[in-house]
């Protein structure tokens, strides 16, 4: 219901106009007048965002570096079929959050900490800060090798990064930062194009869906490889974003089918990028690619470079940098969402600094300590970026079991609870990453102390 | 009524032309205020929800899965330690 609609006897009076509320009204404006005027493209266009930024923001520098070491090891068998699942996967869980951030115009560390309780929120929220600074020294190490193949080093990649962070919360505009950010992100089709310039064989792709078993290696490494690929597609970061962002856009319940639209676009692009990354990668097969470290210098780019040319290490090198870029952006606005939602007080990019303190100051702090780890002489970053996503993955479980409690709250959601085909979609979903991630840091465990053989 | 003008209270006689611009702002606010939903306000999104009843089975099995979760993360954690010497 609009804000001036009549209620009970007389008309209700709307509440006090906020600046915030004057950003987020003049978006929706442009929505309201598309719809009316039946312009389906436009409309599209202006609501999508959350869902694709989502899913190619998990196109992240780990990632495909994740997916190209896959290839480089263990060819094509397993993954092409896999990457898609897991971005069917990664769909039910953000087609959640989208629905409950449009019903509820909250984000998932409020309602969570309001609905279930302060310390079920603010484990989510710690949860998420862990997670999302080791992924973030992740992707400024991704940025780094990307930028190692044009001979510049860490501290460019830190100015890069922050230069960034700085430049698209300048605006004070939630639809100047998404629409930046979804400008850098569609540059993470470049590593489709590194893919198509290694000339793969179309015929080996296709093969590549019947299928093939685990191509060898031991059960821990299978556990690695599977946990390292789940935290690669879901992450407890996209959970706190989407639902955030869908909110902070304005989009309400009229606005589902199109942030339906939006997700799954988000996921068909990330399946096709990741592909190509692992396309890329597994040119590297049968040319010493299992000895290549991924976090290492120049990694892949410079592989590909002396494989299949200068193009595919060039192409490869800045979808990298790319990949680290939007990923930082999207990594930090999640913690600036879960910190302010959890402090209770404004937490929009149509809030101004001032305003909206809490929100400014957890969004570039975050960034800022993640630069600061990797400009640490000595410090392990190649054990971080590679740890990363397993760790998003064991701590993945709680975050979506909340996330299906909230869709299914009649109270908040009413008739847009979830069906249950979702809720079955997303129980298996719980179960699959639930299981994967903790059979690997038990078996993990296990032998570091000993226990069993690797 | 919009929303300017109640929170404006309105002393004296206004110059014609200053009038105007009062009206012209009052209606730029009720345009805006007409494209959101009322929930959609910050004044109606910072009031917090009602806190659901959760019941014992319910909060033992969020417990026991979050006891779970951090013991899986501190083993990952070691191991990352260990891989590191």
Not at chain 1, 239 to 264: E, L, N, W
Not at chain 1, 421 to 440: D, M, P
Request: hydrophobic fraction near 50%.
């Amino acid at each position: 219901m609009s804000a001036t609609e009549a209620t009970g006897a007389g008309v209700a009076l709307p509440p006090p106009l906020t600046a915030e509320d004057a950003a987020r009204s003049h978006d929706r404006s442009r929505v309201h007048h598309a719809r009316a005027h039946s312009r389906r493209w436009r409309l599209l266009w202006l609501l999508v965002g959350p869902g694709i930024l989502a899913m190619l923001g998990e196109n992240d520098g780990p990632s495909m570096i994740a997916y190209a070491s896959d290839g480089a090891q263990y060819g094509l068998g397993l993954f092409v079929p896999l990457i898609p699942i897991l971005f069917g996967m990664a769909f039910v869980c953000q087609e959640m959050c989208m629905r409950v951030g449009a019903v509820t115009h909250r984000g998932y560390g409020e309602l969570v900490l309001q609905r279930y309780g302060r310390v079920w929120g603010w484990f989510g929220a710690g949860d998420l800060t862990l997670t999302n600074l080791v992924t973030l020294v992740a992707e400024f190490v991704a940025i780094r090798v990307g930028l190692a193949y044009f001979h510049l080093g860490s501290g460019v990649a830190v100015a890069l990064g922050l230069a960034l962070v700085l430049f698209t919360l300048s605006g004070g505009r939630y639809w100047r930062w998404e629409r930046i950010v979804l400008g850098l992100a569609l540059f993470n089709g470049l590593f489709l194009v590194a893919a198509i310039l290694v000339k793969p064989d179309i015929g080996t792709i296709a093969s590549a869906f019947d299928f093939t078993p685990f191509p060898g290696g031991s059960f821990n490494t299978l556990l690695l490889l599977l946990a390292s690929t789940i935290g690669a597609t879901v992450t407890p970061w996209m959970i706190f974003f989407q639902q955030s962002a869908s909110a902070d856009k304005g989009m309400t319940p009229v606005d589902i089918r199109h942030g339906r639209y939006d997700t799954a676009t988000g996921a068909v692009l990330a399946s096709i990028f990741g592909l190509g990354a692992l396309i890329a990668g597994a040119a590297l097969l049968t040319r010493g690619g299992s000895a290549i470290q991924g976090f290492d210098g120049a990694g892949f780019p410079q592989a590909l470079k002396q494989v299949a040319g200068g193009a595919a290490g060039t192409a490869f090198a800045l979808g990298l940098v790319e990949a680290g870029a939007v990923a930082i952006l999207t990594i930090s606005a999640s913690t600036a969402y879960a910190a302010g939602e959890c402090v209770g007080v404004s937490h929009s990019f149509n809030s101004s600094p001032r305003n909206a303190a809490v929100f400014y100051v957890a969004n570039i702090g975050s960034a800022l300590v993640a630069a600061a780890v990797i400009l640490i002489p000595g410090a392990p970053l190649l054990s971080i970026a590679l740890n990363a996503n397993v760790l998003a993955t064991v701590l993945l479980p709680v975050s979506l079991i909340f996330m299906v409690m909230l869709a299914n709250d009649k109270r908040l959601m009413g008739p847009w609870v979830n069906g249950r085909s979702t809720n079955t979609l997303g129980i298996a979903v719980i179960a699959f990453v639930g299981i994967c991630g903790a059979a690997y840091g038990i078996d993990s465990f296990l032998q570091s102390v000993g226990l069993i053989g690797s | 009524m919009s929303a300017r003008s109640r929170s404006t209270e309105t002393t004296g006689r206004v110059p014609a032309i200053a009038e105007r611009d009062v009206q012209r702002q009052e209606r730029f606010e009720d345009e805006l205020i007409m494209h959101l939903e009322r929930d959609q306000f910050v004044e109606e999104t910072s009031r917090p929800v009602a806190r659901a009843e959760l019941g014992i089975a319910v909060t033992s099995a969020l417990w026991a899965l979050r006891i779970f979760v951090v013991l899986v993360s501190l083993m990952v954690i070691y191991t990352f330690f260990h891989q590191l010497h």
